[in-house]
Structures are given as C-alpha cells and as structure tokens.
C-alpha cells in the first residue's frame, strides 16, 4: 500500500479533529515507508491543522509532505479559488475525502432553526458538491478518461434514519444519493467514487451536536463502546489503498452494540 500511494497528493476537508485528523495520520503513517506522499489538509480552526502537520512531520519524518490550508467548505467563493491558490506541487490532488460535517442539535423538525439547518446542508451536502466540482477537472483532465479517488464520509443515518435527527437524515441521504449517482457518471473514466458511512464513533461531532455541552455529549458515549476515529481512518487508507481497478464502493462499519 506504501508503494501504491508513493507519489499521491491526498486532500482532506474536516482535518482538524476526529475521522478527519486520524485519516491524515494514518495515510501518512502508511506512506511513509515508501515515501513521497503530499497531504492537503483543510479546515476553519487553521491553527490546530498547523499543529496536527507539525506533529505528522514529527512523528514520520520529511518523507510525506503536509500543506494546512483554512477552508470553509460551506463557503462557495473560498472553495472556487482554492486549488489554483495551492502551491504548484501540491496541486495535482489525486485523492479528495469529503470528511467536513456535522450535526446541529436533536429536536424535530420544526424545532430545528433556519440557521442549523442551513448550516447542515452548506457543510454536508454543498460543501461536498462544490469540493467535489472544485478536484473534479483536475482528476478528469488525466489519461484514460481520468483517475482520482473521491471519498465521501457519509453516516449510517443516510441509510437508517431516526426521529430528532431528520435534517441530518437528509443531509446523509442526500451524500449517499449523490455519490451513487456521480459514480454512474463517471464509469468511463478511471475515477474511483467511493462513500464510506461511519456508525457511533466518538469524536468532537457530538459537542458540536449539542452546541458545545461537554456534558451532554459526553452522555451520548455512557454505556457504550463507540469505534474511535482510527478506526475509520483505517477503512479510508484501506479502500484508497487498493489496485486501481478495485472498487470498494460503499462500506457500512458501525461498534458492535449498535447493529
Ligand atoms: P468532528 O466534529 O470531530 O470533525 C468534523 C470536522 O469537520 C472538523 O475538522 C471541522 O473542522 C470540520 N468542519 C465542520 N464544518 C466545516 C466547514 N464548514 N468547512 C470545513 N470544515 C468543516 O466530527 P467527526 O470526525 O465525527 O466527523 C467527520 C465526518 O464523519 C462528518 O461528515 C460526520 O457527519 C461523519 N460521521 C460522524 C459520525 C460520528 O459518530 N462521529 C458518525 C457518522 C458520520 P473546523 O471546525 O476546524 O472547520
């Protein structure tokens, strides 16, 4: 697998803590033996993704190469300018994963605000489409009909949904409606579309559920193992990671208690 990403450039939105921060871990961690890896790894708090490369650097050495950018993927205009604003030898992304999202809030519908909702929607769905759109030409623009990966973090709630979550619900329904589609789309080409949907894994996602209530959040995991957000990471390196014409699709991975 090392040899298998020698070379790539990887851009992850939503880097800055959880699933988003262990994937970048963990694909430099997997390409570091073989060297020559680039991670772009984007987020609003660009302070903590300063630290998170500096640690990376330190932890495998000069063989990967790690870019913190500040991006808000909800915000169109600083997601249509980003690629050609990279640096030259960061820009030829060959692996995009559209981790960035979150949930605002558990109520019913009519109990979740103008503002939450709008949020969801810019950040999960939107800000996916318009990264999406945004690495597309550059992945297209390559032989074959093109190659690239993208990965699409979606939740288990796209498949399953349930009451107090309903605009969440949708907005992961919509991720999984997308991706299959896109896929359709691009079968000439070589681009793998990929969406893996995490179950209860415990990450910053619930304090910012409950509007940074630790204590609340905190409740969420009591009693429960949830997976951790290495585990995760280890799904994304492992689907990124196969022989070009290996495509694993769609994977559903969830703790044991919550089957
Ligand atoms: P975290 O809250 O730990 O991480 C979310 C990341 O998204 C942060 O790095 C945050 O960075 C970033 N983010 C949020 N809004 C924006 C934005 N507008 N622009 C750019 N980055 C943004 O949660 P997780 O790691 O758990 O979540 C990652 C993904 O996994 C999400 O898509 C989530 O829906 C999904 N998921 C999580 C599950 C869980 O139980 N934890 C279950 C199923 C799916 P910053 O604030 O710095 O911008």
Redesign the pocket.
């Known amino acids: 697998v090392a040899k298998r990403l020698a070379g790539k450039t990887v851009l992850i ?9 262990s994937t970048a871990f963990e694909f430099a961690r997997t390409a570091a033996p073989a060297g020559g890896l680039k991670l772009v790894l ?4 660009v302070d ?1 993704l300063k630290q998170i490369a500096a640690d990376i650097q330190a932890e495998v050495g000069d063989g990967v190469k790690v870019l913190p950018v500040q ?4 915000k169109p205009d600083e997601v249509r300018g980003f690629v050609e604003k990279l640096p030259e030898e960061f820009k030829e992304i060959d692996v995009l994963v559209n ?5 605002k809030g558990v109520a019913k519908a009519p109990e979740i605000s103008e503002e939450d909702v709008d949020i969801m929607f810019s ?2 769905v939107t ?1 996916l489409i318009n990264m999406t759109q945004a690495i597309l030409p550059i992945f297209l623009r390559r032989s074959n009909g093109g190659s690239g990966d993208i990965i699409n ?5 796209g498949r399953e949904p349930y009451a107090g979550g309903s605009i969440y619900c949708a907005t ?1 329904a919509a991720v999984r409606s997308f991706t299959d589609s896109l896929r359709k789309e691009l079968i000439a080409s070589r681009v793998r579309v990929l969406e893996i ?12 559920r409950f509007y940074g209530d630790k204590a609340k959040a905190d409740a969420v995991y009591a009693g429960v193992d ?1 997976l951790t ?1 290495d585990d995760i990471a280890e799904v994304v390196v492992f689907v990124a990671g196969r022989r070009e014409n290996v495509v694993v699709a769609d994977t559903l991975i969830f703790p044991n208690h919550q089957a």
């Open positions: 939105t939503g880097a800055s803590s959880g699933i988003g921060r984007t987020a609003r708090r903590t991006l808000d993927v909800s981790n960035a999202g979150l949930v950040t999960n800000g973090i979606g939740s288990i709630a992961k949907d995490p179950g209860q894994v415990e990450t910053e996602f619930s304090v910012v949830p957000p």
